[in-house]
């Protein structure tokens, strides 16, 4: 028999990794306060703890104005809509992300454009963004993935070049720095997720941050019903609606705020545990360092799988690795073009009616190795525990490399086993107990 848990043997690892997400004995206090207030409510706007907080967090990562929002999705519209994309214009945005960038986009009127990504980095390719460039562009959407950032200085360049304004997706680098700069002050404009997965949270929740104090004036009305500023200093009158955020949210993430640097660290030393020892195992390859960041962020840990000769997909060795106990993912994400969740037709967009696009043509096949052949994703909380956790996950990973063999003969019988797709999955994430 063989020594894989998915084909019988006994697993590397049964127990849990360290419990996500975590919170601090001061929440519950922080959370009493805003109670008793009787003001849980975001208007008026800013409200005591989201005042509080938005300053904090733009603070920290370098830039003047932050500005609280329901989630990240709204941050991106909200944005969108501040940096002037109007009806029909194109937004650049790469293929490989979660859906919400692009779908943002299209809620703001704008047309999203797909382009590949690095194959290092797994975030958006310079030349792929200059060659996808029309008389419509008004925008890059950078998005700065799992464990690195989108290399800003030349898409700096680029959107200068083109007078484009440059909006960073920082939904997964919450008090990282690239050259010294924090995430989202790099940018005309950053926004950030506080999702449950993310590395803070309030179970939802979103954040803006700018300097820029047109945007932000904008922003504010945008996401208070379309209200005067609080400076008011360029009255501009727009047609905004409530995306406040709860002062229940906002007192949560102070308690996220002050453990993000503390966690950081953690997780940053054990990614670089984990890349040595995965170094070593043939037929896998860490992401290789990026030297621009100078404060590193991961909300997942990704490496490559590039076996030789692959007789084993992706998909079945992400299946034996979990089944090994690691929690872990291939198709985190797919191609968004190619996302069953991204319904983008012209019955549904009006602008795509007027500006047509066929997504189902558009290719970029970087972002399709990496979604569908080569990239696993580890969640962030497997690096919050002791070092031999990520012993246990190289070890792990090396016992599937050894016994890629076995899996290979009994492929056809784990049929059942192949990845889902995204539209299943939440019944997937139900079942998993971690
Ligand atoms: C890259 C990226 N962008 C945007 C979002 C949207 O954030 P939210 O789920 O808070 O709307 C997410 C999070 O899910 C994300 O991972």
Known sequence: MSELAILGGNPVRRRPFPAWPKYLPSDAQRLQQVLESRHWGGYPLPSRWCGEFADRFAAMHGARYGLCVANGTIALIATLQAAGIRFGDEVIVPAYTWDGTAT?????????VFTDIDPDTYCLDLESA???????????LPVH??????????????????GLAIIEDCAH????????????????????????SKLMTAGEGGIVVTS??????????????GRASTTDQFQQ????????????QAAMLIGQLEMLPELSDRRARAAARLSNALATIPGVRPLPPQPGITREAIY?????????????ARDLFVAALEAEGIPCDGRFYEPVYRSD??????????QLRDYPVDYSNVRCPVSERAAYEESVWLPQFLLLGEDHDVEEIADAVGKVIRNLGDLAKADPALAGVKAMSRAERPRRERARNY
Request: glycine share 10%.
């Open 104 to 112: 943002a986009v299209l809620f703001a009127g704008g047309v999203p």
């Open 130 to 140: 200059r060659k996808a460039i029309t008389p419509r562009t008004r925008a890059i």
């Open 145 to 162: 993935l799992a464990m690195r950032f989108a290399e800003m200085e030349g898409l700096q360049a680029l959107a200068s070049e083109h």
């Open 173 to 196: 680098v919450h008090g990282g720095q690239y050259r010294g700069h924090g995430a989202g002050s790099i940018g005309d404009l950053g926004c950030f997720s506080f999702q449950e």
């Open 212 to 225: 820029n104090l047109q945007f932000f004036e904008h922003l504010q009305s945008q996401v208070n019903c």
């Open 237 to 248: 009158r727009v047609l905004g609606s409530n995306y406040r955020m709860t002062e229940f």
């Open 300 to 312: 997942c840990y990704v490496f490559q799988y590039r076996p030789e000769g692959r007789q084993v």
């Open 341 to 350: 969740l991204f319904h983008a037709t012209p019955e549904n967009c009006p």
